[in-house]
């Protein structure tokens, strides 16, 4: 499964924020600093959570999965409430673009499979996704 792609006109988070979606997915600091993010590298994080939120607003419909939600830091919280907001005609509509939700079932699934695209740019500084 691919991840969207957005142009650069699509990208809406700062470096800042996307390095804080990076750390969320990736633990730790990510393994690089949030000055050294470049518009492609903005553009991944950008993405992942996009998949994130629309993964998690489909399985939304599975009342067995409502107490199963990820309690990020209020910083990442904002940043998805920004994404959301700002985009939400992107993700058909939410079910709730004020308060949107990453399941952990989802967050270990989009972390477990772009882990090592991002492995391989801090190391390599190639972002191929």
Do not use: C
């Amino acid at each position: 499964m691919g991840l969207r792609h957005f142009s650069e006109n699509e990208i809406i988070l700062s470096q800042d924020e996307a390095w804080q979606i990076l750390v969320f997915f990736f633990g730790g600091n990510a393994g690089i600093e949030a000055a050294s993010l470049d518009v492609k590298d903005r553009e991944f994080a950008q993405a992942l959570l996009y998949e994130g939120i629309k993964a998690s607003n489909q399985m939304a419909y599975a009342l067995t999965l409502l107490n199963s939600t990820v309690n990020p830091s209020t910083t990442v919280k904002s940043i998805m409430k920004k994404l959301a907001k700002e985009a939400w005609t992107q993700f058909k509509k939410p079910r709730d673009k004020d308060n949107p939700k990453i399941y952990n079932s989802v967050k270990d699934t989009i972390t477990r499979n772009w882990r090592s695209v991002w492995h391989i740019r801090t190391q390599t500084g190639e972002l191929d996704f």
